[in-house]
């Protein structure tokens, strides 16, 4: 995928996942481009996981929904080492 569907994916998985985690207030743009392609990479490993099928990273609605998903579990773990 490249460097423009990472940043565009990234950037909309991590608005989403902000919205679900209830962390909007606390990012921004950048904050939410960088929870996004981390989460992309988390979820990917997850349903790698669990599935055993490796998930390819590309411009769809698969990428966005796996993004969406370890985004969401990354801000979880944020939110529990944060105390929140």
Do not use: E, H, R, Y
């Not at 490796?54 to 609605?61: I, N, Y």
Request: glycine letters at 16%; proline letters at 1%; zero cysteines.
């Amino acid at each position: 995928m490249g460097l423009l569907a990472w940043i565009i994916i990234g950037g909309l998985a991590g608005w989403i996942a902000t919205l679900i985690a209830g962390n909007s207030a606390s990012t921004g743009i950048i904050g939410n481009i960088v929870i996004g392609i981390l989460g992309a990479l988390v979820g990917a490993f997850i349903v790698n996981f669990i599935t055993g099928d490796p998930v390819t990273l590309s411009f769809s609605l698969q990428s966005l929904l796996v993004s969406i998903f370890g985004a969401v579990v990354l801000l979880v773990l944020i939110n529990l080492f944060k105390g929140k």
